[in-house]
């Protein structure tokens, strides 16, 4: 007779459902400013994508539905800041080859 795994914490370990995992939610957007306004630019630059997330995973994508990146969740993380970190990495933000703004009017 094939033995039975015991109950935890009155989950069934021998349901099948128990076993799976949890459904992502629904996509939810998000918006990231990758560039303030300013003279050349009036409205600055923002990157757009969603993100969807678990108990304990989050993963992001842009518009078209490509996954720009994952990022694992604790409790009482903040997820839509977590979700912008990604984002903003991805969609050209701030780094060593980002574009340098620079003021139309310089004295000399």
Do not use: W
């Not at 701030?94 to 574009?99: I, R, S």
């Amino acid at each position: 007779m094939p033995r039975k795994r015991p109950q935890v914490l009155g989950v069934d370990l021998n349901r099948s459902e128990s076993r799976r995992q949890p459904a992502p939610s629904e996509p939810r957007p998000i918006l990231v400013q990758i560039r303030a306004p300013d003279e050349r630019d009036v409205a600055g630059v923002i990157a757009r994508g969603y993100h969807r997330h678990t108990d304990t995973k989050l993963r992001v994508y842009d518009t078209q539905g490509a996954l720009l990146g994952s990022a694992d969740l604790r409790p009482g993380d903040n997820v839509e800041a977590a979700a912008r970190k990604p984002l903003k990495e991805k969609c050209g933000g701030t780094g060593f080859y980002a574009p340098i703004s620079y003021s139309r009017r310089s004295m000399h």
